[in-house]
Nanobody
Framework: QVQLIESGGGLVQAGGSLRLSCAAS????????MGWFRQAPGKEREFVAA????????LYANSVKGRFTISRDVAKNTVYLQMNSLKPEDTAVYYC????????????????WGQGTQVTVSS
């Protein structure tokens, strides 16, 4: 079992930056691959980024590649999402997710989820 808590969301202007954090707890929290997803009103939840359990491999959605960076502090059982050059279309609730398997990009493939944190980008 893994418990996840996101933080760091807020309201920013277009072109600004935010860093999201996801604190994980559980007996084997550091053994899980972790991902970030987002969901805007009226839209399906979509993949943003993922990182392997030791932090050596990453994946990004094309829409955020070059702007967002996912990282992991294994010792702290925490994953981060640095978001730069934010656009209004990035507005969504961002969710942290975990799964023992690596390389998954579909929401249904992740079994553990945080409560979400709101990111709003104004124009």
């Amino acid at each position: 079992q893994v418990q996840l808590i996101e933080s760091g969301g807020g309201l920013v202007q277009a072109g600004g930056s935010l860093r999201l954090s996801c604190a994980a707890s559980g007996r084997t929290a550091s053994e899980y691959a972790m991902g970030w997803f987002r969901q805007a009103p009226g839209k399906e939840r979509e993949f943003v980024a993922a990182i392997s359990w030791r932090g050596g491999s990453t994946l990004y959605a094309n829409s955020v590649k070059g702007r967002f960076t996912i990282s992991r502090d294994v010792a702290k059982n925490t994953v981060y999402l640095q978001m730069n050059s934010l656009k209004p279309e990035d507005t969504a609730v961002y969710y942290c997710a975990a799964d023992p398997r690596w390389g998954r990009v579909a929401p249904y493939e992740y079994h553990y989820w945080g409560q979400g944190t709101q990111v709003t980008v104004s124009s």
